[in-house]
């Protein structure tokens, strides 16, 4: 018989056998489905097994999202995990396929202010261990995620050659390898001194785990005062579009898209979209959350 609990256990178990996705990735994806799982049957499917999602199921969540005032970013960020539950089990149309089907507006990756924040040398040397040091370096310098700043291994990296960096698709988010180029100096003074460091290994130092240099991270930044640590993909996405279009981004104080000139608007738009991909994502919008617009 099929007990109370068996769909979040289920769900529990179809996260862990199918690892797809960075560390992240997996845990909030595990973390959303096991928070669906109880809410389902808090709605009153308590014989419900990981292989009986149907669309009335997809329904009742929605329905109850939205009168707990979710925002829709976040909505849309639990069904892209239901639409991967979906997926596994083989029933991909039973959520639509598309946010508008089922009345999710747009999201607008539009920001009011700048979050770009950067860390001086006196901020380094309030972090005492090395490896975080100089994982928090690589953020400044190449953009990185947190996670990839972790996972980074300086040999792999810098295989192809001396104008760009290879980062793995099982560092990223979303499993998307990608490059990202050598401009300057400092970057190319933080890779040696990261090669030095990590040798042929990576910034999680012999016999550790991600989830234990993660848990390091955490504390050490913490301990230094520092956060939002983010931010610092702010402050290169905005450094970079400087530096390639010329002008200064919304966030700089430079122009807004009302104020471009139709030559500026066209560099304007190739700059964007040219960072989005040095970030890791896939479309130019989401530039407006780092840049203004």
């Not at 009168?67 to 069904?79: C, F, G, H, V, Y």
């Not at 192809?160 to 390898?177: N, V």
């Not at 910034?203 to 234990?212: A, H, T």
């Not at 000139?261 to 190739?270: D, M, R, T």
């Amino acid at each position: 018989m099929v007990t109370r609990h068996i769909l979040v256990r289920e769900l529990v178990e179809l996260c862990r056998h199918n690892k797809d996705g960075s560390f992240s990735t997996q845990s909030a994806r595990q973390n959303v489905l096991a928070q669906v799982g109880k809410q389902l049957l808090e709605g009153g499917y308590r014989n419900l097994g990981a292989d009986g999602l149907k669309p009335k199921h997809i329904e009742y969540l929605l329905s109850r999202w939205k009168s707990e005032k979710m925002a829709a970013a976040t909505i849309k960020n639990r069904l892209s995990h239901l639409r991967w539950w979906a997926g596994k089990i083989g029933k991909q149309n039973v959520v639509a396929r598309t946010n508008s089907e089922l009345g999710i507006e747009n999201r607008v990756y539009v920001s009011s202010q700048s979050k770009a924040k950067t860390i001086s040398s006196g901020d380094l040397t309030k972090v005492k261990d090395e490896y975080i040091r100089m994982s928090l370096e690589l953020q400044k310098a190449f953009g990185l995620r947190r996670e990839e700043a972790l996972k980074f291994q300086p040999k792999f990296a810098m295989s192809s050659g001396s104008d760009i960096i290879q980062l793995k698709a099982s560092w990223c988010k979303g499993g998307r390898a990608r490059e990202v180029p050598i401009v300057n100096e400092y970057q190319k003074d933080v890779l040696a001194r990261a090669a030095r460091l990590a040798g042929n290994g990576s910034l999680i130092p012999n016999g550790k785990l991600y989830v234990d240099q993660l848990k390091k991270y955490e504390n050490a930044t913490a301990r230094a005062g520092m956060s939002r640590l983010h931010g610092l993909r702010h402050e290169y996405a905005q450094a970079r579009f400087s530096e390639l279009a010329g002008f200064e981004c919304p966030h700089k104080g430079g122009p807004n898209s009302r104020e471009l000139s139709a030559e500026q608007k066209e560099i304007n738009f190739e700059v964007r979209a040219k960072i989005s991909a040095e970030l890791g994502h896939n479309r130019e919008s989401i530039t407006a959350i780092y840049l203004g617009r």
